[in-house]
C-alpha cells in the first residue's frame, strides 16, 4: 500500500488494525482520532476534500459513548467521510450545490444509520462535483478539490472529496455515490480502492437522486480489506428503497485473501483498452494482466463492439432523468427560498434556479429536457433505453463464459487543473470505461495497478451481478500487501 505525502504511520491504519488496537486500549482510539484531525490541520486548507467537517470535541464525546458502552462494532471507531449527497441527520448536505447551501437533513440515509450502528463515526461531508454531475470536482460551488499526489491535478470525480479524505489520511474510509463512474475514477487518480456494488445491492434511501436507474452507494478505502469491511456493514435489503434487492448479503471479507478462491477466466473487453487509452497506461494494464497470469487465472480477449454506443447512451439516460429530479429544486419544495408573493411561477423559477444551479447542471438539465421533448423522445430517449437493455444482454452473454472482466478504469493520467473542465466532451470521455458498467447494473471495482510519473493508475474489475466477492478475491490478487 503506497500512499502519498500527507499520511502519518498513526493516521495511516486500517480498520482491522484499528480495531484491535482498541480493543486491546480503548484510549488508543483518541489518539488516532487526534492524529486524524492534525493531518486535516495541516493539509486540509490545501487539498478541500471537506465541505463540512465536524469539530474533533464533537467526534470525541461520540467516541466516549462508544466506549462507555462497551461494543465497538465491526467498524471499530473508524472514522467515515460522507459525501455531501447522502443524507447525515443533523449534519448540512449541500450536494456541493448553493442551491442547498444551507440544508441540514432531520434524518440519515440507511447507509449512515448502518454505519453509526456499526460503532463507525461520520467526521465529515466531503466536496463533490454539484448534485454528482461531473468528473473532476471542479464543479463543487464552492472550490474545487486537489489531488494529493500532485496538487495541480484533480482528483477525478464525483465523489473526488470522499476519495482525496481517505488517500490522505484525513479519514479511515469514506462513502460515496457512483452514477457513471463517480467512485471508481477518484479511486485510480487518488491511489485508493473504490467499489461500485450491484445495482440494489446496498439501499439508495437517503441518496439525493442523479440518475435513479444508475445510481448507487459505496465505499472508498485504502486497501481492499477496508472496502470489504464496510461493504459488509451497508450492504442488505432496505423496505424504504423499492430498487432493493431481497438477497442474503455479508461475509464479503472472507473473500480479501491473497491466492485465488477459484480457477478465475477474465476477459479483457478489447473495445476498452484500444482507442484513446494513454500508451502509458496500457503498459501498467499490461502488467497487472500478467501478474494476474502468474496467478493461474486465465486472461483472454473478445470483442463488444456495441460499447462504442455506451457513452452517448449515458449521457441521454442521465441527463433525461437528472432533468426530472432536479425538477423539485424550485424554491418552493426544495433549494433556495424567495419572496414569490404576486410573481408569475416561471419567473420564481428562472430566478432560483439561475442563482441555485451551476454551468454544468444547467447545462445537463437543458440537455435532458431535450431528449424528453415532445418529437425527440423516441428519436434520443427511446434509442437509448433500447440500446442500453442490448449492452446488459451482451454482459449476460459474456459472462456465462466468464467470472470477471478487467480494463483501465481511466483511459488516461488525473489531467492537471482546468484542463478539461471547459470541454465537454474531453470531460465525458473520462468515464468511457466506467459507464458500461452502471448501463447494466453490474458491480465494479477500482484498485490500484501501479504508477506512472508519479501518479497512481486504476484497473477496473467488473463481473456480473451480485459478484462482489469474486472481485474483491480478484483485486486482493492485484494489491498484494496488506493493510496498514
Sequence with gaps: MTLPPQCTQLSSISIKTLRRRVEEDPDFLFKYIEEVYRVIEKYEERLR????????????????????????????????????????????????????????????????RKIKESGGIVIGKTNMDEFAMGSTTENSAFYPTLNPWDLSRVPGGSSGGSAVAVAACEATVALASDTGGSIRLPAAYTGTVGLKPTYGLVSRYGLVAYGSSLDQVGPIGRCVEDVAAVLDVISGHDPRDSTSLKVGVGGFEKYVVGSPLKKYRIVVIEEMVSEGVDEKILKTFN???????????????????????????????????????????????YGIRSDVEGKLWVDVYRKIRLAGFGDEVKRRILLGTYVLSEGLYEGYYLKAAKVRRLIYQEFTKLFKDYDAAISPTSPTLPPRISEVITDPIKLYSLDIDTVPINLAGLPAISVPGGFIDGLPVGVQIFGPPLSEGSLLNIAKLIEGGGCG
Design 287 to 333: 502488467s497487472v494482466v500478467d501478474l494476474l497470469s502468474k496467478h493461474d487465472v486465465t486472461v483472454e480477449f473478445r470483442k463488444m463492439p456495441l460499447l462504442h454506443y455506451s457513452l452517448p447512451t449515458y449521457y441521454i439516460i442521465a441527463m433525461a432523468e437528472a432533468s426530472s429530479n432536479l425538477a423539485r429544486f424550485d424554491g418552493l419544495r
Design 49 to 112: 476534500a471537506y465541505i463540512t467537517l465536524r469539530p474533533m470535541s464533537d467526534v470525541i464525546r461520540e467516541v466516549e459513548n462508544i466506549v462507555k458502552r462497551g461494543k465497538l462494532g465491526p467498524l471499530g471507531g473508524a472514522l467515515v467521510a460522507v459525501k455531501d449527497n447522502i443524507s447525515t441527520r443533523g449534519i448540512r448536505t449541500t450536494c456541493g450545490s448553493k442551491m442547498l447551501e444551507d440544508y441540514v437533513p432531520p434524518y440519515d440515509a440507511t447507509v449512515v
